[in-house]
């Protein structure tokens, strides 16, 4: 039996050091309270070991970052040998050129980007790009999507001012009649519209946007409408190596990138289309370390190695090797279960388990087998996860459904 004394110690000393301990997603007590590891000493390829020693498949990725895997050695290599010239200078390092080269190149529907470490900052940077082109202040979000810490969309709003907030507008996601109908009212100062390619909230099924939903988007945001800023922080290379708005054929005129684009790396990106490069000139955007070599260095080895045939391919099919497996084991347990989103990063919840008490049955059972899915965030895969660590996996998954079955019923 796998206990988590060494974890548990620690987050006691977190506690009296650091508010909260562990705040925001990294929160263990999101997971399953003492049933579950609080820290990491290390990881590799698509495992990582906690600091009571015991070994996982992950499932979680970092939440996101590590699409190749942990120290993949192509990546590993690329930040070396930029270490050994230097991270932090005066100015940028060439990469910072390069790196911009490489994404306009890759995403159809930029012409130009602006780095930062986080997905916030980069999300933050389309907000305020897409006010000084319009002129106009408000922006309209789907409901319950986060879209970072900034201050006018953090899901908590605790030490934010009504006037940062003010100016935010919200939708149900897929309800493209309502996002027009918040258009039409606002039309004069309405400066944005930004969404992610899916929905993907916390503790929610993951939905994908309808036919109706894409094809309003399309109409919605043209020339004279809104600015369509995709927020690809997430999901931006899981589902396609241009960018999500690419699958969906949408044309966004902002894209938001971090997470898997630097494979670990601390590098955020927002890009933009022709028109809005000059609104990009006008506003303030910078940071002690947005320029930093290291982590662009690791960006382009991450996205060429990413580029590279069958790579991606192989996400989707062992991501759906995951899915097929897991959906045959819960029918035979005669439990009900919703797989959702992309396999790349899908998600699993029990019906009718509103309180995830099931998911945290599911999840501490599967802690104990060595593998590590979050009760009630999405999932991530990743590319160093092979056939075989997945067949492992559904050893596990086979002795978590039998745990549900038997805390439950159904
Ligand atoms: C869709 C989306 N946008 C923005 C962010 C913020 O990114 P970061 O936590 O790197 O600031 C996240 C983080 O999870 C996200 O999922």
Redesign the pocket.
């Known amino acids: 039996m796998r206990t988590f004394s060494r974890s548990q110690a620690l987050f006691e000393r977190a506690k009296k050091v650091l508010p909260g301990g562990i705040p925001g997603?990294q929160d263990p007590r999101l997971l399953v309270r003492g049933q579950s590891p609080c820290f990491i000493d290390r990881a590799e390829g698509c495992r990582f070991w906690d600091v009571d020693g015991h070994e996982y498949i992950d499932y979680m990725c970092a939440?996101?970052p590590m699409i190749l895997g942990y120290s993949h050695p192509r990546v590993e290599e690329a930040a070396q040998r930029q270490r050994q010239k230097g991270d932090c200078f005066n100015l940028p390092s060439p990469l910072w050129v390069e790196l911009a080269e490489y994404l306009v190149n890759l995403i159809p529907s930029a012409d130009w980007a602006l780095f930062g470490k986080?997905?916030?900052?980069a999300?933050n940077c389309a907000v305020l790009i897409a006010r000084a082109y319009t002129g106009k202040n408000k922006i309209i979000k789907a409901e319950g999507?986060?879209?970072?810490?900034g201050p006018w969309c953090t899901p908590n709003p605790t030490g934010t001012t009504e006037g940062e907030r003010a100016n935010v507008l919200t939708f149900p996601f897929n309800d493209i009649r309502t996002l027009v109908r918040l258009v039409e009212e606002n039309r004069s100062d309405v400066a944005g519209v930004i969404i992610?390619p899916f929905k993907?909230e916390f503790a929610h099924d993951q939905e994908m946007p309808s036919e109706t939903f894409l094809n309003g988007l399309r109409q919605l945001c043209n020339a004279d409408g809104p600015v369509l800023i995709m927020?690809d922080?997430?999901a931006g290379f899981r589902l396609h190596m241009g960018g999500s708005a690419e699958y969906f054929g949408l044309k966004p005129q902002l894209s938001?990138f971090?997470?898997a684009m630097g494979n670990g790396y601390p590098i955020?990106a927002c890009l933009g289309t022709r028109e809005l490069m000059k609104a990009g000139k006008t506003i303030f955007f910078t940071g002690s370390f947005f320029t930093s070599a290291v982590p662009m260095a690791a960006a382009l080895a991450t996205l060429m190695e990413m580029n590279r045939p069958g790579v991606l391919d192989h996400l989707f099919q062992i991501g759906e090797m995951l899915k097929q497996g897991m959906l045959k084991q819960a029918e035979s347990f005669g439990l009900k279960i919703k797989y959702t989103g992309p396999v790349t990063m899908p998600f699993m919840t029990f019906k009718d388990d509103h309180s995830f008490e099931k998911n945290k049955t599911f999840c501490a059972r599967a802690y104990q087998e060595g593998v590590f899915f979050h009760p009630s965030h999405n999932w991530f895969l990743s590319a160093a996860h092979r056939k075989e660590d997945i067949e492992e996996t559904l050893e596990a998954t086979y002795q978590a459904f039998k745990a549900v079955k038997e805390s439950f019923g159904s």
Do not use: F, L
Not at 118 to 121: I, P
Not at 145 to 149: D, F, M, N
């Open positions: 997603h939440y996101g986080n997905g916030s900052d999300v999507t986060y879209h970072g810490i992610t993907h927020d922080v997430r938001c971090s997470k955020s």
